[in-house]
């Protein structure tokens, strides 16, 4: 065996490994960018959620308020009654 077939040999266990190294890291990339989008999107899906939340949350409030001025309406008809 020549000095020149060991070059070859190294040569082409040379490019495995960097096609190997370059196919990994491009997979390792688009998952975590797929990652990203996927932490993103729940992200956004909890701001709705939240921003719901806080509407009922006001809705609930000035329902209350409501209620409040008429049963204080209420007590100063039944006062006047009695």
Request: hydrophobic fraction near 45%; avoid cysteine.
């Amino acid at each position: 065996m020549s000095p020149y077939d060991w070059q070859e040999i190294i040569g082409v266990v040379g490019v495995f490994v960097l096609i190997t190294t370059v196919t990994t890291v491009l997979v390792w990339q688009l998952a975590a960018t797929w990652r990203a989008k996927a932490a993103l999107s729940r992200e956004n899906e909890y701001r709705a959620l939240a921003e719901r939340a806080v509407q009922a949350q006001e809705n609930s409030e000035r329902k209350l308020d409501e209620m409040q001025e008429r049963l204080r309406s209420v007590e100063r008809i039944l006062k006047e009654v009695e």
